[in-house]
């Protein structure tokens, strides 16, 4: 199992940024995706999740309405949109999955919401 994230950067207070998480290994279409953020000095939280049957959602508090969760099966990749970004979304963004058991963790991208 193979989770790689892109997409991260620095942005302006109000901007937005679309990361991507590509999946490999595993049966993507079968399997629920989530993001979790880790600021700096902070444990690492759950933000969305997007469920492999009938692809419904969760969100965090912390960014409903802001944040969007959604994947492609032909690309085996999940994606988070990023609207309205706070400079309390500072983080380092990661993609999971959960596969025979096995939580499984992408390397992360930063970003960074700063003027």
């Known amino acids: 199992v193979q989770l790689v994230e892109s997409g991260g950067g620095l942005v302006q207070p109000g901007g937005s940024l679309r990361l991507s998480c590509l999946a490999s290994g595993f049966t993507f279409s079968s399997h629920d995706m989530s993001w979790y953020r880790q600021a700096p000095g902070k444990e690492r939280e759950w933000v969305a999740t997007?469920?492999?049957?009938?692809?419904?959602?969760d969100y965090a508090d912390s960014i409903k309405g802001r944040f969007t969760i959604s994947g492609d099966n032909a690309k085996n990749t999940v994606f988070l949109q990023m609207n309205s970004l706070k400079p309390e979304d500072t983080a380092v963004y990661y993609c999971n999955t959960r596969y025979r058991f096995v939580r499984y963790w992408g390397q992360g991208t930063q970003v960074t919401v700063s003027s």
């Open positions: 997007i469920r492999s049957a009938g692809g419904s959602t």
